[in-house]
C-alpha cells in the first residue's frame, strides 16, 4: 500500500534562518507530488505541485522554493524564512494515470501528516 | 479558473441532530468534486468525491454529498452527528482531465455538542 511521510513534524525557526522540509512517498511511482500551506481562516493554498523529478510548478511568488531530486521525493526550502512563513505545511501525492470513467487523474490527493512551522 | 466557496466558517451542532455543510463552485468547465476531513494537528482525509454517474455520493463515517449541478453546489451532509466528527471539513474541486491542480475552499468546522 502507499504511504506519504513528512518531516520534521514541529519546527521553531528564528526570522532569517533556513528552512527544510522533507516528504517521501512509498508504494507507488510517478506521482503528482503537491506543498499546501495552511494558515488559519484561510484553507490550504497551493505552493509548488510536481508532475516529475526536476519539474517544479510555483503557485504563488514567495520566498520559499521546492525541490524534486527523486521521483519520490518532494522539498521545501527557504533560504531567509519570514515572519509570514509560520503555518502548517502539507505535503500531497495523487496518482498521476489514475483512471476514472473518463481516463483522466481523478485529482485525488492523499496528505502526509503536516509539518507545523513556527518563526520567531 | 475554479474555485470553491464555503459559506460556514464554523458550524455548531447537537449530538445525534443532522448537520449540512455547504460548498459552492465556480468553473467554466466540468469538475470533480471532494470533501476532506482534517482531524487537529493532522492531514487531510478523504471523505468522499463526485466524479461523474449519481449525483448522491455516500462516503465514509455514514456522511454523504449532492452534486448539484445548476447550483453548482456539493453540499455535506450527515443524518445524525457524533462527537467524534468534530473536525474541519474542506470542500475541493479540480477540472480533471489530466489538469493537475485542486483547489480548496476555506474550511468549515464542525463542533458537536453533546
Known amino acids: 500500500s502507499q504511504t506519504i511521510h513528512q518531516w520534521p513534524a514541529t519546527l521553531v525557526q528564528p526570522v532569517g534562518s533556513p528552512l527544510s522540509l522533507e516528504c517521501t512517498v512509498e508504494g507507488t511511482s510517478n506521482p503528482n507530488l503537491y506543498w499546501y500551506r495552511q494558515a488559519a481562516g484561510r484553507g490550504l493554498q497551493l505552493l509548488f505541485y510536481?508532475?516529475?523529478?526536476?519539474?517544479i510548478s510555483s503557485e504563488v511568488p514567495q520566498n520559499l522554493s521546492a525541490s524534486r531530486p527523486q521521483d519520490r521525493q518532494f522539498i521545501l526550502s527557504s533560504k531567509k524564512l519570514l515572519l509570514s512563513d509560520s503555518g502548517f505545511y502539507l505535503c500531497?501525492?495523487?496518482?498521476?494515470?489514475?483512471?476514472?470513467?473518463?481516463?483522466?487523474?481523478?485529482?485525488?490527493?492523499?496528505f502526509g501528516e503536516g509539518s507545523r512551522l513556527t518563526v520567531l | 479558473a475554479q474555485s470553491v466557496t464555503q459559506l460556514d466558517s464554523q458550524v455548531p451542532v447537537f449530538e445525534e441532530a443532522p448537520v449540512e455543510l455547504r460548498c459552492n463552485y465556480s468553473?467554466?468547465?466540468?469538475?470533480?468534486l471532494f470533501w476532506y476531513v482534517q482531524y487537529p494537528n493532522q492531514g487531510l482525509q478523504l471523505l468522499l468525491k463526485y466524479l461523474s454517474g449519481s449525483t448522491l455520493v455516500k462516503g465514509i463515517n455514514g456522511f454523504e454529498a449532492e452534486f448539484n449541478k445548476s447550483q453548482t453546489s456539493f453540499h455535506l451532509r450527515k443524518p445524525s452527528v457524533h462527537i467524534s466528527d468534530t473536525a474541519e471539513y474542506f470542500c475541493a474541486v479540480t477540472r480533471g482531465r489530466g489538469y493537475q491542480k485542486v483547489t480548496f475552499g476555506t474550511g468549515t468546522k464542525l463542533q458537536v455538542i453533546p
Open positions: 510536481s508532475v516529475g523529478i526536476g519539474q
Open positions: 468553473s467554466s468547465v466540468s469538475v470533480y
Open positions: 500531497a501525492w495523487s496518482v498521476l494515470r489514475a483512471r476514472d470513467l473518463s481516463g483522466a487523474n481523478t485529482g485525488e490527493l492523499f
